[in-house]
């Protein structure tokens, strides 16, 4: 076997010893890709497909902030708000530390999203969002097809805040999933791989927390984690009107991964490849009215941007 250099060792051992933060000045033509000679970074197409995502992000930015931190981006980064309306009903959740910690790095990472997204295709005003007890409460009665007493609370504590996520960061996942194959621009794939996969990690911690309590009650309801969690899959998928899109926790074993397991951790199609969603989908489930043209649920008033407000100018 060939023995290293003493140059070599050398090398190995300063990076292995330099900090974290010295390596981001780190820069070489092998460590990015070489963009494609005939492609724009960003293709005027893409524009509004991008610009479309700032609505979940903004969505997830307020839920997150507010429940980890109790106040939302017109404290944290209000250049980002672009005169938006601010939320109706978010506050702070009673969460335990763990939870508090890794929602509070939700918060920050929706934040940044939102900033690179604007910088990249343009701003729009914050959309208006009903991320109240009231709504939440509404929308799992419609799920679960039965009124809960006492009505659902998302803030109440860590287990119904981590249902209430269980809302989100996945409509983020499939609408990425779904936008990306439409993309032309070599810069524009980049930013949305780059935004999927950390929606889709926010998601796989949601979703790993709950399976672990996947048989646990959820308090005063008698009905069970993954219960709730089937509950508004079957719902989202109703609203989406396009099939399967979206898995609880617990599926039949001819929906689990190779036909091999009930046990769901990710929600994922026949060959364990993320589901996607179109935009049209999308609005259908967040204005929980399952209809892009009709405006409810998260958003009341509509989606801002080219493409949701495109939905609603022809209602």
């Known amino acids: 076997m060939a023995v290293p250099s003493f140059f070599l060792l050398i090398s190995i051992l300063s990076a292995l010893l330099m900090p974290l933060s010295g390596l981001q000045n780190v820069s070489s033509s092998t460590c990015m890709p070489a963009p494609p000679a005939d492609r724009l970074p960003v293709y005027p197409s893409d524009l509004p497909r991008i610009q479309f995502a700032l609505n979940l992000e903004h969505l997830e930015a307020a839920f997150f902030c507010y429940g980890a931190l109790g106040h939302g981006l017109d404290v944290l ?3 980002l708000v672009m005169g938006g309306p601010p939320s109706i009903g978010a506050m702070k959740a009673n969460l335990n530390p763990l939870v508090e910690d890794i929602i509070e790095q939700f918060c920050y990472q929706e934040i940044a999203h939102i900033r690179v997204i604007t910088e990249t295709v343009g701003p729009f005003p914050r959309p208006l969002m009903d991320l109240s007890v009231k709504n939440f409460a509404h929308i799992t009665n419609v799920a679960l097809g039965r009124e809960l007493n006492p009505p659902f609370d998302p803030y109440a504590n860590t287990v119904n805040f981590l249902i209430a996520t269980y809302w989100l960061p996945y409509m983020g996942l499939t609408a990425y999933v779904g936008t990306d194959p ?38 005063p309801y008698n009905i069970t984690v993954a219960e709730f969690t089937n509950h508004i899959s079957i719902l989202r998928n109703c609203l989406g009107g396009c099939g399967i899109k979206d898995e609880g926790l617990i599926v039949p074993l001819e929906l689990g991964s190779e036909n091999k397991t009930c046990g769901n951790i990710l929600s994922a199609d026949v060959n364990s490849l993320s589901y996607a969603r179109t935009a049209a989908e999308t609005l259908r489930v967040i204005y929980s009215t399952g209809d892009e043209h009709v405006p409810g649920g998260f958003l009341p008033k509509g989606g801002n941007g080219e493409i949701a407000r495109s939905y609603l100018h022809h209602h």
């Open 77 to 79: 980064a209000p250049e």
């Open 182 to 219: 439409n993309l032309l621009g070599y810069w524009s794939h980049r930013l949305v791989s780059g935004l999927l996969g950390v929606e889709a990690g926010q998601d796989a911690i949601d979703r790993g927390l709950l399976y672990q309590m996947k048989e646990e009650k959820v308090e």
